[in-house]
């Protein structure tokens, strides 16, 4: 009937319609980050403005992958004849699994898909990579940063080098379009809180006497 009043809207659509200033907020914020991250994507593809730096972007890309800092660090494990090395060697292969384990679960989570200007091409992908959020290599970056920093005697050079290195490896991911710019900064973060963890939990012959047996 035209006199019957209005039947309410329901509590979704009411939502929709009076969006939250932090909804607004946060669906700006992701609106610019997906707009930005396209645009810094400048080696995504051979055809892209700085296409001819891809080859360079993905040695950079391989230079921070998981596969390799672990393969090292446990060669490096294997081979130290001096006690101290294998420690903090052996804290080192800690830190790269929790740092693997970290990101798996929180990508397994969170499921933010890869932007769709990524080029599949990765080295070495498990199932969890085809999500984005974090980014695994600025995890490793910032992990693997403090730690060396921590841990070994480097000259000045050197450590600027260090930190340097994680700077570049975390740029390039945003540069070859395979993740968007909160996931990098994300990952940095946790990265640095993961140390943290480890410094916490660290692995020494009093604390872990069995591991340290095996060697």
């Excluded at 610019?32 to 950079?60: H, N, Q, T, Y």
Aim: proline fraction near 5%; aromatic fraction near 8%; glycine fraction near 8%.
């Amino acid at each position: 009937a035209a006199g019957a009043a209005a039947a309410p809207l329901p509590e979704e659509d009411c939502m929709k319609l009076n969006p939250s200033f932090v909804g607004i907020a946060l669906s700006s914020l992701l609106a610019i980050d997906l707009w930005a991250s396209k645009r810094l994507g400048v080696c995504a593809g051979e055809g892209s403005a700085w296409g001819s730096a891809r080859p360079l972007m993905k040695v950079i890309e391989v230079s921070g992958h998981g596969i390799p800092w672990l393969l090292g660090t446990f060669y490096g494990l294997c081979q130290s004849d001096s006690s101290a090395a294998r420690e903090v060697l052996l804290n080192l292969l800690f830190a790269l699994l929790l740092d693997l384990l970290m990101v798996a679960v929180v990508k397994g989570l969170v499921k933010r898909p890869r932007p769709t200007h990524n080029k599949m091409d990765m080295f070495v992908t498990i199932s969890v990579d085809k999500y984005s959020f974090p980014s695994g290599h600025a995890t490793r970056a910032a992990l693997v940063c403090r730690f060396v920093l921590r841990h070994l005697v480097l000259a000045v050079p050197l450590r600027v080098l260090v930190v340097l290195w994680a700077l570049v490896v975390s740029i390039s991911r945003v540069m070859l379009g395979r993740h968007n710019m909160t996931d990098v900064l994300s990952g940095l973060l946790l990265g640095y809180a993961l140390y943290g963890v480890v410094e916490r939990c660290w692995l020494s012959p009093a604390t872990a006497p069995a591991l340290f047996a095996l060697w």
